[in-house]
C-alpha cells in the first residue's frame, strides 16, 4: 500500500483499477485491430506508464515509436500551433497507427497530431487515451479507445506531471489546488 502524497488531495483512480481497465480496453483493441501489424506511438512523456502497461496487453505484432510534442500558448489556452521536440525515428506511410495519449482534455493536441499522421500517409489513426476531460473539449475530436472520464481537476501519477513532478506516482491522484494556486 501507497500512503498518498502530500500534495494530492484524494486519490481519483487507483493501481488496480487502473490496470483493471487498460487490460479491458487492450483485449478490445485486439479485438478490433486482428490481423494487423500496427505501430503504437506513445506520446512523450505523459504516456510512458500507461504505455508501457498497454503494450503489454495487446497481442498484436507491434511497433514501437514515440513523439514528444507541445503545445504553443500560455497555461489553459492553445494558440493553434503544435510544436514537435522530438519526431518519429520510423516511416509511417501506409501503416496503421496507434497513438497512445495520458490525457485528452482541449483535444488540441491530438487533433493536431491525427491530421498530422494522416497527411504523413499513415493508413488509419486509432487514438487510444487513458483519461477524458469531456467538459473541456473544444476541438472536435474522441478517442477511439479512453479508459477514464474523468472531471476537470488537475491530476498527476501514473505519468502524468505538475511542472515534472510527479509522474512516478503509481496512483492517479488529484493535485491540490494549493499546489497550483500560489
Ligand atoms: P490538450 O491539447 O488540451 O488536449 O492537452 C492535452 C495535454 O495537456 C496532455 O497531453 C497533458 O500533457 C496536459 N494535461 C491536461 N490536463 C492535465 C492534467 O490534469 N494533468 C496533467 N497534464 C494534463
Ligand atoms: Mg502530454
Given at each position: 500500500m501507497h500512503t498518498i502524497h502530500?500534495?494530492?488531495?484524494?486519490?481519483?483512480?487507483t493501481e488496480e483499477q487502473i490496470r483493471r481497465r487498460v487490460t479491458e480496453v487492450a483485449s478490445k483493441v485486439n479485438c478490433d485491430l486482428a490481423g494487423k501489424r500496427p505501430v503504437a506511438v506513445g506520446i512523450l512523456k505523459g504516456s510512458i506508464i500507461f504505455y508501457a502497461d498497454f503494450i503489454r496487453c495487446i497481442s498484436l505484432p507491434l511497433e514501437l515509436d514515440f513523439m514528444a510534442v507541445s503545445s504553443y500558448g500560455s497555461g489553459t489556452t492553445s494558440s493553434g500551433k503544435l510544436k514537435i521536440k522530438k519526431d518519429l525515428d520510423g516511416d509511417i506511410k501506409g501503416r496503421d497507427v496507434i497513438v497512445i495519449e495520458d490525457i485528452i482534455d482541449?483535444?488540441?493536441?491530438?487533433?493536431?497530431?491525427k491530421k498530422l499522421l494522416l497527411e504523413r500517409g499513415a493508413a488509419s489513426v486509432t487514438?487510444?487515451?487513458?483519461?477524458?476531460?469531456?467538459?473541456?473539449?473544444?476541438?472536435?475530436?474522441?478517442?477511439?479507445?479512453?479508459?477514464?472520464?474523468?472531471?476537470?481537476?488537475?491530476?498527476?501519477?501514473?505519468?502524468?506531471?505538475?511542472?515534472?513532478?510527479?509522474?512516478?506516482?503509481?496512483?492517479?491522484?488529484?493535485?491540490?489546488?494549493?499546489?497550483?494556486q500560489k
Open positions: 502530500p500534495d494530492c488531495e484524494k486519490i481519483l483512480l482541449s483535444g488540441f493536441t491530438l487533433a493536431c497530431l487514438i487510444v487515451t487513458l483519461l477524458d476531460k469531456h467538459e473541456r473539449r473544444t476541438e472536435d475530436i474522441a478517442s477511439d479507445y479512453n479508459c477514464f472520464e474523468i472531471p476537470d481537476e488537475f491530476v498527476v501519477g501514473y505519468g502524468l506531471d505538475y511542472n515534472e513532478e510527479y509522474r512516478s506516482l503509481p496512483y492517479i491522484g488529484i493535485l491540490k489546488r494549493s499546489v497550483y
